[in-house]
C-alpha cells in the first residue's frame, strides 16, 4: 500500500501545476481572500508552502482554527518539560498559532477554542456539532472568501476532528451558507511526511486516487522557508530534531508543488450511469 502511495503521489507532484488563486487581487483592486479552516494549529502544514505564498502576492489568508489543541502532544515545552494536556497546553498553542501566522505571513488566526478531540462528541454535547458550524459559517460569511481549504472527507491522517471540519465546510458549502465559496479544496499530507511523524505509518486507504488530484499549486523555495519557519512556531508539538528530519522529506514529497483535491464539480447530469 505504502509504495503504491509513494509512486501515485511522485507521479502526481511531477505533474504541470495549475492555480488555485491566479493573482493576489480582485476586480477593483480589492484583495482575494483565502480561508484555511482547520481543526488544529498545527493543520497548516500540508499546505503552509501556498499559504505563504499567497500572503505574500497579496491574497488576506487566514486560519481558522476549530479546536483548543488542549490534547496534543505536548511533549516539548519551550523550558524543555512535557506538558500535559489541558488548559495550559491550550494557552500555548494560542502562542503558537500567532507564531505560526505571522511567519506565514497570515492574518492572525480566529481560534474558536472548541474542546479538542471532541468537535463530534454527540454523546458529552449534542449542541457542540451545531455550535461549531453556525460559528464556522458566522466567520465565512464574514470574511466572504474567494477559496476555502480545508481537510479531505478522510481527515488527510484520518483523525476525526479532521474529518469533522471538513464534514462542516462539505456541509456549508452544499447548503448555499452566505459567503461559502464555490471554490473549496481537500488538502493531504504526502504518504513520506505521514510515515515520517505516525508510529503507525500510512494508515490504508486513505490517499486519494491521483485523478482527483487536479488542482496542483506551485511554491517558491521562498515560501518553503516561510512554511519551514511556521512549523518551528509548533514547539509543543515538533521537537527541533523532528523538524529537521522532516525537512528534507517534506521539500522531495512537495518538489515544488502542492497537490489539492478539488471538493465538488457542477457537470450536469440526467442518468447516474452516464
Partial sequence: MLSTALTV??????????TVLAQGVGRGGAPK?????????????????????????GVRVYLLIASDGSQGTG???????????????????????????????TQPPILLSFPDGKLGDYVGDRSLIFRLT?????????LQPDVVLT??????VGHPDHRIVSNVVTQLQRAGA?????????MYLPAEGIQAVSPRGVPPLLIPAAKYFTARVPFTPEDLQASLRSMVCHKSQFTPE????????????WNGTIALVPAFTSAPLKDLFR
Fill in 33 to 57: 481572500t483565502l480561508v484555511a479552516v482547520l481543526a488544529h494549529a498545527d493543520d497548516e502544514a500540508p499546505v503552509a508552502p501556498i499559504l505563504a505564498r499567497y500572503a505574500r502576492e
Fill in 242 to 253: 523532528a523538524v529537521q528530519r522532516l525537512e528534507p522529506i517534506m521539500a522531495r514529497a
Fill in 134 to 142: 453556525q460559528q464556522i459559517a458566522e466567520h465565512l460569511q464574514r
Fill in 75 to 105: 511533549f516539548a515545552s519551550a523550558r524543555g518539560e512535557t506538558l500535559a494536556p489541558g488548559q495550559e497546553l491550550a494557552n500555548v498553542r494560542v502562542e503558537e498559532a500567532r507564531c505560526a501566522a505571522q511567519a506565514l505571513g
Fill in 178 to 186: 452566505p459567503g461559502v465559496p464555490e471554490r473549496v479544496f481537500y
Fill in 151 to 156: 481537510w479531505g472527507p478522510d481527515g488527510g
Fill in 9 to 18: 503521489l511522485t507521479a502526481l507532484l511531477l505533474s504541470a501545476p495549475t
